[in-house]
């Protein structure tokens, strides 16, 4: 079985965000950028399918512009097998164009099993696993924190809300992980050398047939409201007073 | 644990700062010359290239144009000429001589040279050395060095990964690689833990003057354009150091309306209750600062010591089986506050040195003594030792232009030199007892100009897996509450530009509490504690800082 996974070059998450001084976006200049942590945990569970004997082929694919290749060499390094870049002038296309491209490399490819992060911790849209699900009509997982694959059927434990739910899905799916999945490995140095002499094929939405659409527009980003200090009151009914009345919370 | 893998190179380098980088870029331009085809590899601890480089930068482009003479065409991130020099000294909060141009002496002239990033300019040099084949690893630190049977070093090995803080193996762990090579370089900057190792095993420093250091501290500010004049090039010395405490202030218009301020403290400093940290957020306070920070939002934080020996704390840099390059050695010009050109030269030498070597049929291990007739012969050499010339010439000055340009002379720009370059006491012996001193009392941060630590260290975007051995190691443990404290009122609480040292009391006596998650590696607790009980080596790779732009 073939697993595709896709995987999306967001900020690092040890970065603190800073918005451009004209609020048009947030400033990418120089900062580091990673594998988005669900996409990598997705890597991580793939790689681990091919280690368990479950899946044959590990491909991953990534959208944006030249620098997204570092992510798939990472995952390349994590052990994938090959890479599929599909060049564009930015990573956020938003989700809709995302699934629309990404279910045309699923036509492409016909892979067992799709997984994808639950969502980017830049965007935190946590639409693209659904929608490219409905666009294939498969069946679909999301926030999984256990996958087992049997045959041609995978069961699926997902986090929600009241707990723990578990699915049976019949393959081919989509997947999308959640934090608890598994934690992904260390790259290791030997890994990275291997990963430059992967394959990574380089395609672009023309060649996918695909117009992404532009069918958002970002108007402006604003910094979240600094937080305000806090203050010692004297008594309960002090406290009472300021949250009735200051904090109009109750 | 299991056994480590190795892998082997023809060259291992570490560090991935200008000094490194150009020794592996000069490596694999002469090496595709004179077909060698040498491999060569970089490990660098950031998480990335230029995720632990902290500098000015004024960048004088000597070196560049040797290594790359079109590094405009290659779009080297050097666009902002230096358009003018302004020298100050700080009378007190408020007042400010301001120096003549034609007083200011030459080494602090900057025209031709460029206000950028060291940080980017490294992102660049990485982008150059992977063009030209070198491979590059960030996220791996060098944390031991490998020595053959000959005594020779034979390469370095990478720390463990996934080791928990009690030092058992976690799930995730993977041990580290031992990269062997015919030679190894080392390029770890300012007061290098592999670079200290080799000192003493090789007594490199035998004969030379102690090194001495500074901590630099910087933030970067988005300001006002109408403030901001690209390629305006401020320092000054003075005010709020006093008693003695050399150092002195930066601020440099770089591109995209942004200015670097920084403030470098020399750590031979010797009252204990000084606070680096405080001093810096105080400087900016002057209006000389103050009026272009006005209506600017702070961005970026970050401190990192810098060498500042010289000529005459210059040890040996070669040892069978390696060189020993820019800062790791010290070869900052600290007339001109510059060490990104003489640490891109002397990686330069190096590699002209090796391939030399490997050329003629080396097959590695050797001491590369040649070394040092090609340093000497180059205008590094000349650079360094004109330094000790450069002192009384500005003494000179200095009694043309008063009392002012004295008092610049001996805290701005070294010109005390004559005095200081025979000064056999290491920074770590200055302190006197706390009881003998004074305590500073320090302003409060007004949360505009000003601000607390851990404000800023959450700026420097430092992060460290936070399951893992303190990266910070005390010989003895009991030293800081049973000597330091009652002593020197723990100074560690003081110069370490991250809070990491903090001595708490929770009822039962004071202890030491060491917060590593913060350290953003700038080494002055490695430096300045009174009683060298403290090392630092390198956390878990990736671990550290992540500056952006610094
Ligand atoms: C505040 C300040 C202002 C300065 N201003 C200027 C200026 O205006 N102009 C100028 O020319 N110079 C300036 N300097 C000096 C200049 O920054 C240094 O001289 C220069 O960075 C030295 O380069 P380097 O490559 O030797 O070391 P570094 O730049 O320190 O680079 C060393 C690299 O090695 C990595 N490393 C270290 N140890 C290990 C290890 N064990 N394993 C793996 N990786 C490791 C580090 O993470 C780092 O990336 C300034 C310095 C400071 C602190
Ligand atoms: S712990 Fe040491 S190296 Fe780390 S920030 Fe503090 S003084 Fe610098």
Redesign the interface.
Known sequence: MKVLVAVKRVI?Y???V?VK?DHSNVDL????MSINPFCEIAVEEAVRLKESGAASEVVVVSIGPKSVQDQIRAAMAMGADRGIWIETAETDLGALSIARLLAQVVRDEQPGLVLLGKQSIDSDNNQTGQMLAAMLDYPQATFASKLTVTGDEAEVTREIDGGLQTLALKLPAVVTTDLRLN?P??????D??KAKRKPLAQTSPETLGVTPSAGLKLLSVEPPAERQGGVMVESVAALVDALKNQARVL | MSER?S?EFDVVIVGAGPSGLATACRLAQLSSDRQLDLSICVVEKG??V??HILSGAVIETRALDELFPDWKERDAPLVTPVTRDQVYLLRDDQNAWSLPSALVPRTLHNEGNYIA?L??LC?WLAAQAEELGV?I?P??AATEVLFGDQGQVIGIA?GD??VGADGEPK??Y?PG?E?LARYTVFAEGCRGQLGKVLQQRYDLAAGVDPQHYGIGLKELW?VDPALHEPGLVVHGAGWPLQNGTNGGFFLYHQE??QVAVGLIVDLDYDNPWLSPYDEFQRVKQHPVIARYLKGG?R?AYGARALAKGGFNALPRMHFPGGLLVGCDAGTLNVAKLKGTHTGLKTGMLAAEEIVEAIGAGDQGGSDLAGFDARLRGSWVHEELYATRNFAPALHRLGILGGGALNYLDQNLVGGKLPFTLHDRTPDDARLRPASACSPIDYPKPDGVLSFDKLSSV??S???HEEDQPCHLHLADPSIPVERNLPEFAEPAQRYCPAGVYEIVDDGAGPRLQINAQNCVHCKTCDIKDPAQNITWVAPEGGGGP?Y??M
């Not at chain 1, 490995?185 to 030997?190: A, T």
């Open positions: 690092d040890n970065v603190k800073r001084p200049a120089n900062v580091k934690e490995r260390y790259i290791k140095l030997p990275i050398m | 893998e892998m998480s990335e230029g995720a990033s940080g980017n992102r491979e690893f996220g791996f990478t990964m996934g799930d995730s993977t690689m990269l988005d995209n309306n939002k961005v959450f700026l975007n430092t992060n992540n952006p732009n």
